[in-house]
């Protein structure tokens, strides 16, 4: 359940549907994830035009303005969370599990495409750690699922969502978290 005055993925599903972005909620949060994670900026420009998303809706009013503007200072906060809080937005756990199955593959497509949107040097000198993750998520983003024995299937779902969850932290720590030296405060 999302907490309150943070936005969820029904206020990014909605909106996706307002301004017809034929892009799943997930997947627009986890490009949004994946571009902050690979040091991409959205200082002086929008999400939208960050992730290169392009509506059929000609007029972005100012209350969705508003709403993409929270959501990246919201995934941004979370993802230099200390204390680990970060979580890509999904439907609530009360939804079918086929849905958040499928919302887990588009969160991953959506990060590594926007991982690759950010576009900095820093992934040639990743670690073999993080070149690792970026594979395995790449192998979430291409799963297809078979749905068997419920209560399994609904564990094996809690792992992948708690490996994607970590798997975000670590690459946003190696390449996207800005560099306290590079401050420009003096001692």
Known sequence: MTAPGLVGHDDIDALVGRLRLGTAASELHGSLCGYLAAGGSLRGTSILAALQLDGEATDVGADDLAL???????????????????????????????????????????????????????????SDEAQEVLRDLGTVAGSSFDFGDEEEDEDALVEVQEFVRVAAMLLYTECGAPDPSASGSVH
């Open 68 to 126: 993409l503007d929270r959501l990246a200072r919201q995934s941004e906060t979370e993802l230099a969370d200390p204390e680990l809080g970060f979580e890509p937005l999904l439907p609530e756990d009360d939804r079918p599990l086929a849905e958040r199955a499928e919302a887990m593959a588009d969160w991953c497509r959506g990060f590594l495409g926007g991982f690759g949107l950010a576009g900095t040097a820093a992934h040639a000198q990743l």
